[in-house]
């Protein structure tokens, strides 16, 4: 992976790549091969920086042996859902209620508007910070210990996909090699056509199942608003399932929906490289005699949904609309380059792989430069 295909670098390296901006590819082709950064997941801050706190009263227990049944009637008269992710007691101290559950009310007269029983049980209160939020990584759950016991149950998918080993070396080598071929791509259309002056982005869809290319595009905009290069390589993806929308510009191999002079360069520049996708038939597909028996069952059990199970690699941060769009997709893990501050739907603006409330979510990684 030499990069062959593009001229020599004419000027310095740009760090920070903007969509206005003329990238430098062949810097960015090396970067992409020769960086040893690890791929880092892109999930909700959250997750993964310091716990917001909360104010909350906390009241000491004089004798320790009133301390069980302490907890037991506050659990009754001041159960604290909200907070359930911090323990009651923390020595001889008793987590009680946050500051604004007693308005105007001074602790002490709070506690005995709940129950009388409350006035004799500590002798003396005090205000302090805790976690608002559950940890939900151990370093989180670590940081937590200074403030007050928090319950905590690891996730050991996520604590791994936090790390720097989440894919093996191999892996890694694999996911930098098509994100190469994205620039390649990047690279063939800049020298094949003279109306473009910035590097176009460019998303490549692989199938994991088969290690293969099934479908490449390139930002198509200048010609139609709405042919961002990933819109246009889902609707190629579609057309490997017997579908799509768009008529393309140029004509396209039938195994790969590239174009047919650039999937020679590219078969030229990465030979080890499979392209193509897995056979596929249409659910509407049925025989002349009509009982369509054997090609129903085909179609069920190998024709995905668009892009179920597959990884896509883009140069640039897809904007919200394409990041709706490969939810709708369902595809299962996202690759980027550079973010893309402008309207970036993955990680600059929206992440819309953290909306709960979304029927599909996938994995996004960064990290490539």
């Keep these: ?155 050991k998918y996520l604590e791994k996909l936090f790390s720097d080993n989440f894919f093996t070396q191999e892996e890694s080598n694999m996911h930098r090699k098509y994100m190469y071929i994205a620039l390649l791509n990047a690279k063939w259309y800049v020298m094949n056509d003279a109306s473009i002056h910035d590097v176009p982005n460019v998303t490549l869809v692989v199938d994991p199942i088969i290690a293969s290319v099934v479908a490449v595009a390139t930002d198509n905009r200048k010609k139609h608003p709405t042919q961002h290069s990933t819109m246009l390589a889902i609707d190629n993806v579609a057309r490997t399932q017997n579908g799509g929308a768009w008529s393309p510009d140029c004509e396209l191999d039938e195994e790969t929906m590239i174009p047919n002079s650039l999937l020679q ?23 002349d005699n009509n009982s369509g028996t054997e090609n129903n069952e085909t179609s069920s059990l190998d024709s995905p949904y668009l892009c179920t199970g597959y990884y896509i690699y883009m140069l640039r941060e897809p904007c919200v609309m394409c990041s709706m769009a490969l939810v709708h997709a369902r595809a299962k893990r996202i690759f980027f380059c550079v973010d893309n501050e402008r309207d970036g739907g993955l990680k600059s603006k929206v992440k819309l792989q953290t909306v709960s409330s979304l029927n599909h979510r996938f994995e996004v990684f960064t990290g490539f430069l």
């Design 1 to 155: 992976m030499d990069g062959s295909l593009l001229p020599a670098i004419q000027e310095p390296p740009i760090k920070k790549i903007k969509p206005s901006t003329n990238m430098t590819i062949n810097f960015y082709l090396n970067e992409v091969t020769s960086s040893k950064t690890p791929l880092k997941v892109v999930l909700n801050d959250d997750i993964s920086e310091s716990l917001p706190l909360i104010e909350v009263y906390t009241g000491h227990i004089q004798n320790p042996k009133d301390i069980s049944k302490t907890v037991l009637l506050l659990n009754e008269k001041l159960p604290i859902k909200e907070l359930q992710h911090l323990k009651r007691v923390k020595k001889q101290d008793i987590f009680l209620c946050p500051i604004t559950y007693t308005n105007e009310m001074t602790i002490q007269e709070y506690l005995k508007s709940l129950d009388d029983s409350f006035a004799d049980i500590f002798d003396s209160f005090a205000v302090i910070h805790v976690p608002k939020q559950p940890p939900k990584l151990k370093k989180q759950f670590e940081d937590t210990k200074e403030y007050w016991p928090c319950n905590f149950h690891p996730d």
């Design 265 to 287: 360069c590219l078969k030229a520049e990465m030979p080890e490289i499979n392209f193509g996708h897995r056979k596929f038939k249409s659910n509407r597909v049925t025989d």
